[in-house]
């Protein structure tokens, strides 16, 4: 048995996807980062599209895939990872074109990229790893920091009355013309990977077919800058986080979904 595979009962069950390199994951232990990671790029590789795909990240977390996704990558500036994946979706229309973002990208400096590309329907999967903190930078409040919540710059919890309420980015994209699917999963148990990467492999199904923008937000946590362990982090996530953003689809084949 490799490193790549699980035996189970003289079965193969499991084969890390090709479209992984092998550098060692640098991601805090616990991370959801990571199998972010694995279930997009198993989706590439199944798809056959390890060729005709390209990943733009711009800074924190997530510009980390860089080192471990072994298919073309492009950095972005903070939150700009929107319009640069519209100019190579529009110079290569024919590619398959997708961001992975965490939420103080995508929701902070990045707020007028994400909205526009959505609202202008490009052509591309928008991944958006929300784990309500600036993870890389120290742990302070972001856009998707919960109410009462602390972080380093809210150290008695986020007063919505000086700081405002949470973003919530997906259900805002959800609302224009030019999203198609969107979908909020999570990656801490088995069964939601399996959703997830089933999210995900929708979204670039609908890319393949020009069905205008995908996206997909994986809320995740952040053991380091929750100042908890991996497995607390994941039981507070469930607790706090879901309720505040419940998983599944909000909207499927450029339709919302009723709740």
């Not at 550098?23 to 805090?28: E, F, I, K, L, R």
Request: hydrophobic content about 40%; charged content about 20%.
């Amino acid at each position: 048995m490799t490193a790549e595979e699980i035996i189970k009962n003289g079965q193969k069950v499991f084969t890390k996807t090709k479209l992984l390199t092998d550098n060692v994951m640098s991601y805090c232990p616990g991370c959801g980062h990571g199998t972010a990671h694995r279930i997009t790029m198993e989706v590439v590789e199944e798809m056959g599209m390890e060729e005709d795909t390209i990943g733009v990240a711009p800074v924190g977390c997530s510009v980390l895939a860089y080192d471990f996704m072994n298919i073309d990558m492009q950095q972005a500036a903070h939150g700009r990872a929107p319009a640069v994946a519209t100019g190579i979706s529009r110079l290569w229309p024919n590619k398959m074109v997708f961001t992975y973002q965490g939420d103080g990208d995508l929701a902070a400096i990045g707020t007028a990229e994400t909205i526009h590309a959505c609202n202008r329907g490009e052509n591309i999967v928008i991944i958006f790893v929300n784990n309500g903190i600036y993870g890389m930078t120290g742990g302070q409040m972001a856009p998707t920091t919960l109410p009462n919540m602390k972080s380093s710059t809210s150290p008695f919890g986020r007063d919505v009355k000086m700081m405002g309420n949470p973003l919530k980015m997906t259900e805002l994209v959800a609302q224009l013309p030019g999203t198609y699917f969107v979908s909020r999963h999570a990656v801490h148990s088995p069964g939601h990977v399996r959703k997830a990467k089933k999210a995900i492999k929708k979204a670039f199904e609908n890319v393949q077919a020009k069905k205008g923008t995908q996206f997909v937000e994986i809320v995740s946590n952040c053991n380091s800058g929750w100042k908890m362990t991996p497995t607390k982090s994941n039981e507070w996530m469930v607790e706090n986080m879901f309720p505040f953003y419940p998983l599944g689809d909000i909207k499927v084949d450029g339709k919302l979904i009723e709740k």
